[in-house]
């Protein structure tokens, strides 16, 4: 199953700074264009993601996230990551979480999520903490 075109914002508090500070993060999206062999009328979903853990501006650590699909077909997904690669090149957020798909539509299957926040204003980083951001993002889960 894959879902190539999606978007997110993500909203952190405490703000992002430049120094590292326990952190939640809160992200709403969409996942469109999905397909799958299993579920052939899925074709879009909407998200939320909760978590906590590490965050800055420069290097942010969350691994106790999960993700709550509603797909717009059958039932919904409980998705946890176990590990994220997070980096920050020119100032843009890019990353990529691996995790499985704990119970509902697709259980046991293992996920891919990659995200580009695209949207940062550095600025904020310096002062009040940067506190929400938006990008394009894809999902992928297999067997």
């Known amino acids: 199953m894959t879902c190539p075109l999606g ?4 909203t952190w508090s405490p703000g992002l700074t430049f120094v590292s500070q326990p952190t939640s993060l809160h992200i709403e999206g ?12 899925l074709n879009n979903a909407t998200f939320v993601i909760n978590g906590s853990g590490t965050g800055s501006c420069l290097a942010s650590s969350f691994p106790n ?3 709550v699909v509603d797909w717009n077909d059958g039932p919904g997904s409980v998705i946890t990551y176990d590990l994220t690669v997070n980096i920050k090149p020119a100032g843009e957020t890019v990353f990529v979480a691996v995790g499985e798909v704990d119970s509902g539509q697709f259980a046991g299957g293992d996920v891919v999520r990659s995200t580009a926040e695209v949207t940062l204003d550095l600025t904020a980083c310096l002062t009040t903490g940067l506190t929400s951001s938006s990008g394009p993002t894809s999902l992928t889960i297999a067997g």
Do not use: F, N, R
């Open 65 to 67: 996230a999960t993700m």
């Open 30 to 41: 969409t996942l469109a264009t999905c397909a799958s062999t299993a579920s052939p009328a």
């Open 7 to 10: 978007t997110q914002t993500v």
